[in-house]
């Protein structure tokens, strides 16, 4: 995709209104051939570019719930070993 594509993308939420109004268009059947084409092509672009985001998004999620599920290992583990030099204690 060229810089220029990329740089006419707008984020999720207008890809999604975008996407909805070319298919409301496209569904009343008035365009040309043409138009339809390029509305057709318009509207893969945001899909492919709505799925980008939601892929980038999805993976920050796993990304940000695999640090606290290592931040909670790390506290259990400390926790643990904490109460286990405690046992050893003779008194």
């Not at 975008?18 to 057709?40: F, V």
């Not at 993976?59 to 109460?83: P, Y």
């Amino acid at each position: 995709m060229s810089q220029s594509d990329q740089e006419k993308l707008p984020d999720f939420e207008a890809a999604m209104s975008e996407l909805e109004a070319l298919i409301e268009n496209m569904e009343q059947g008035d365009l040309s051939l043409d138009e339809s084409m390029r509305q057709y092509e318009r509207g893969v672009r945001l899909t492919r570019h709505c799925q980008t985001l939601l892929e980038k998004a999805e993976l920050k999620v796993r990304q940000l719930g695999d640090d606290e599920a290592s931040d909670e290992f790390d506290a259990q583990s400390d926790e643990s070993a904490d109460s286990d030099f405690d046992d050893d204690i003779p008194f």
